[in-house]
């Protein structure tokens, strides 16, 4: 039970995020994509790299997803002068908004 409650519970937050972003007229997301989010969030400046180990998919794989949440207009990707081999993600305003509406509509559960 407490599996299919968690499932409800992200399949809710999911759906917050996907009206948010319909109402300010931006693509819809997956859930992939909020998955990828939360963990850019807990390690966007370790690295592209680690978020696609902490998925368990290649760093090609994490890149293409990583590619359509910068299209979606929710991540911006820099790259530090020190290490031009490392790719940093971080949030744009709109991928902060999304976050805030996941974190409400999972502490509504």
Same mark, same amino acid.
Request: charged share 25%; proline share 2%; net charge neutral.
């Given at each position: 039970?407490?599996?299919?409650?968690?499932? +409800?519970?992200? &399949?809710?937050?999911?759906?917050?995020?996907?009206?948010?972003?319909?109402? %300010?007229?931006?693509? !819809?997301?997956?859930?992939?994509?909020? @998955?990828?989010? &939360?963990?850019?969030? !807990?390690?966007? !400046?370790?690295?592209?790299?680690?978020?696609? %180990?902490?998925?368990?998919?290649?760093?090609?794989? @994490?890149?293409?997803? @990583?590619? /359509?949440?910068?299209?979606? *207009?929710? &991540?911006?990707?820099?790259?530090?002068? +020190?290490?031009?081999?490392?790719?940093? &993600? /971080?949030?744009?305003? *709109?991928?902060?908004?999304?976050?805030?509406?996941? /974190?409400?509509? *999972?502490?509504? !559960?």
């Amino acid at each position: 039970m407490k599996l299919v409650n968690t499932i +409800e519970s992200f &399949v809710g937050a999911l759906t917050a995020v996907n009206e948010l972003l319909k109402e %300010k007229g931006h693509a !819809q997301m997956s859930c992939i994509d909020l @998955i990828s989010l &939360v963990l850019i969030r !807990q390690h966007g !400046q370790d690295g592209i790299g680690k978020i696609g %180990k902490m998925r368990g998919v290649s760093t090609a794989a @994490i890149t293409g997803n @990583i590619d /359509s949440l910068e299209e979606k *207009l929710l &991540v911006t990707r820099t790259t530090p002068k +020190e290490d031009r081999r490392k790719v940093l &993600v /971080s949030f744009s305003p *709109l991928g902060e908004e999304v976050l805030t509406a996941a /974190s409400a509509a *999972l502490d509504e !559960q």
